[in-house]
């Protein structure tokens, strides 16, 4: 019984999981995990020189400057530490996680890393100036 | 293609609300209520509702075939807020986003 509900579960899971050609060697993720307000994730598998890599181009980055969202020195540690923790590199605002020819087998590490990333990142709007101010008022009620 | 036009309101103490997001084709955005999956451009709204329930103001989004460039979504946009020119009055030309 245990057993089949892990199947049912894996395959109904990675039935979720789409891709969407956009062009040459290049692939857009349907995961289903969504940003808070309701977007998808955005996530492109694309060929790079031999290596296929996972990106966002730009998306969490631009998602995040959707609100009053200014990268000062804390929030800038705490996007490099949620970048170094999911080994994710970071380009001119461009989140990349590479995936070289050897690590083929970990494709689905290399993703879920993506997603998790991308999600934490998202978290970085609690930190914007009007909750701040919103909490830090709140705090010193107390 | 992976773009936003935001329309801002900004109240008498600072606080910014975004009333409407033109967004491009950067993939799918779930529909909270209806359980399904739009695609292409879509445009986000604020409403009371996602205010009070939810982390964004403008999390409802509706399809939309009115636009697919940058360009065309600034003339929706202008078009639906009623965004008009005035010249000499030194006004912000959103077209400078279009060159």
């Known amino acids: 019984m245990t057993g089949d509900v892990l199947d049912l579960l894996k395959q109904q899971y990675c039935s979720d999981l789409e891709l969407e050609e956009r062009s040459l060697n290049k692939y857009m993720i349907h995961t ?17 020189d031999d290596a296929w890599c996972f990106t966002d181009d730009g998306h969490t980055m631009m998602w995040l400057s959707y609100s009053d969202f200014e990268l000062t020195d804390t929030r800038r540690s705490l996007l490099e530490k949620t970048l170094r923790s999911n080994n994710v590199r970071i380009d001119d605002g461009v989140l990349y996680v590479s995936c070289s ?15 998790q990333t991308e999600i934490q990142l998202t978290d970085l709007q609690y930190l914007e100036k009007d909750v701040v101010r919103d909490t830090f008022n709140e705090d010193l009620r107390q | ?60 989004a509706a399809e939309t075939d009115r636009y697919k460039t940058l360009e065309q979504a600034i003339e929706v946009a202008m078009e639906d807020m009623n965004v008009v020119f005035e010249r000499n009055k030194g006004n912000a030309d959103l077209r400078k986003w279009m060159e």
């Open chain 1, 32 to 48: 289903g995990y969504t940003y808070p307000d309701g977007d998808e994730l955005h996530i492109l598998l694309e060929k790079q």
């Open chain 1, 101 to 115: 020819n050897r690590d083929y087998d970990r494709l689905g590490a290399c993703l879920r890393s993506m997603i």
């Open chain 2, 1 to 60: 293609m992976d773009f936003s036009v935001i329309v801002i309101y900004k109240d008498i103490n600072g606080r910014k609300y975004i009333i409407r997001r033109y967004n491009g084709d950067h993939g799918r955005h779930y529909h909270k209520d209806t359980g399904l999956w739009i695609s292409g451009p879509h445009i986000h709204s604020i409403t009371e509702r996602a205010q009070r329930e939810y982390h964004k103001d403008e999390t409802e």
